[in-house]
Structures are given as C-alpha cells and as structure tokens.
C-alpha cells in the first residue's frame, strides 16, 4: 500500500485548499482512508475519513461543515476540499489507510499505512 498526499500550501484566513491523496498497492474491497493532521508537540489528531465500498464521511466536530472528504475510484485518490479555513488547521496534513470493514474511524491505532505530509498553512 502506498500513499501520496498532496495540495498543502499558504492561505489566508477563510480561504480554501484542496488536498489529493492518491493511493496504489490494494485491491482490498473493504477499506478507509483517513485525513489526519498534526503540530510540533501535540499528537496526530484525525479530521475526516471514508470508507469503502458506502462511501460515509465521518467527520472531526471542529471541521463539520467546513471539511467535505470525497473519493474518485477511477484515479485512486481522496481528496479533502477545505473552505472556511481558520488559523488552527495549520498543521501537517497526511492520509491513512485501514483495511477494516465498516464505518471508518478517526483513531489512529486502526491506520496501517502512512502517506508523507503536506504541510497548511493559514494565515490570520
């Protein structure tokens, strides 16, 4: 399994960003793909995940109605389209992958494989 995130830059307070994950190596027809996101010194906190084949959202309460997690199978990839965005979504932003079946979850420990970062940046 392999993962690529991709999309981070700097933004002004209320703008948008959209992040891409592309994912390879699995044909699993059970599986989650995870937004997460972390700061110098905190833990790795989840933001948004879907899961595989239904294709719910689950969604971190602070990002509901500003986050929208999407998933296009033909190119392999989970975006995270990001509007509204606030001086406390600065963080380094990777993408997960869960083989489990059912509803995704944002606990890290059911995460398996990691893609590198993408670091955002929202300016006040």
């Known amino acids: 399994v392999q993962l690529q995130a991709s999309g981070g830059g700097l933004v002004q307070q209320g703008g948008s960003l959209r992040l891409s994950c592309v994912h390879s190596g699995f044909t699993l027809p059970y599986h989650s793909i995870g937004w997460f996101r972390q700061v110098p010194g905190k833990e790795r906190e989840g933001v948004a995940c879907?899961?595989?084949?239904?294709?719910?959202?689950f969604y971190k309460n602070s990002v509901k109605g500003r986050f929208t997690i999407s998933r296009d199978n033909d190119k392999a990839t989970t975006y995270l389209q990001m509007n509204s965005l606030k001086p406390e979504d600065t963080a380094v932003y990777s993408c997960?992958?869960?083989?489990?079946?059912?509803?995704?979850?944002?606990?890290?420990?059911?995460?398996?494989?990691w893609g590198q970062g993408t670091l955002v940046t929202v300016s006040s």
């Open positions: 997960g992958f869960s083989g489990g079946r059912g509803a995704c979850a944002l606990s890290t420990v059911i995460y398996s494989t």
């Open positions: 879907i899961s595989v084949p239904d294709g719910e959202p």
